[in-house]
Nanobody
Framework: VQLQASGGGLVQSGGSLRLSCAAS????????MGWFRQAPGKDREHVAV????????YYTDSVKGRFTISRDNAKNTGFLQMNGLKPEDTAVYYC????????????????WGKGTLVTVSS
């Protein structure tokens, strides 16, 4: 699977962005999808995970209630809706695919996409 994230940009604190992850190559619906982010000088962290069908989702505590992960398997696309953005959300955001939830959580990723930069100004 080839993944390409897009939708990043500069936004003021409290604003919103919607990231997209376009997939091609293999059947996108066969994989769990995750969003990760890496801030300057920090390790990459997972932000949200969604199951193959979209019926189960997971969020890291810092984004719960603000971010929503979703997917449209018919269009081979995943999404991350980010509301109430804070300066600490500034990072390069990556989408990723793996065969299981545990793989995503353990950073055992099958496919990484190139990142998209999100910058939140205060």
């Amino acid at each position: 699977v080839q993944l390409q994230a897009s939708g990043g940009g500069l936004v003021q604190s409290g604003g919103s962005l919607r990231l997209s992850c376009a997939a091609s190559g293999r059947t996108f619906g066969n994989y769990y999808m995750g969003w990760f982010r890496q801030a300057p000088g920090k390790d990459r962290e997972h932000v949200a995970v969604i199951s193959r069908s979209g019926g189960s989702v997971y969020y890291t505590d810092s984004v719960k209630g603000r971010f929503t992960i979703s997917r449209d398997n018919a269009k081979n696309t995943g999404f991350l809706q980010m509301n109430g953005l804070k300066p600490e959300d500034t990072a390069v955001y990556y989408c990723a695919a793996a065969g299981s939830f545990s793989q995503i959580r353990n950073y055992d990723i099958d496919y990484w996409g190139k990142g998209t930069l999100v910058t939140v100004s205060s």
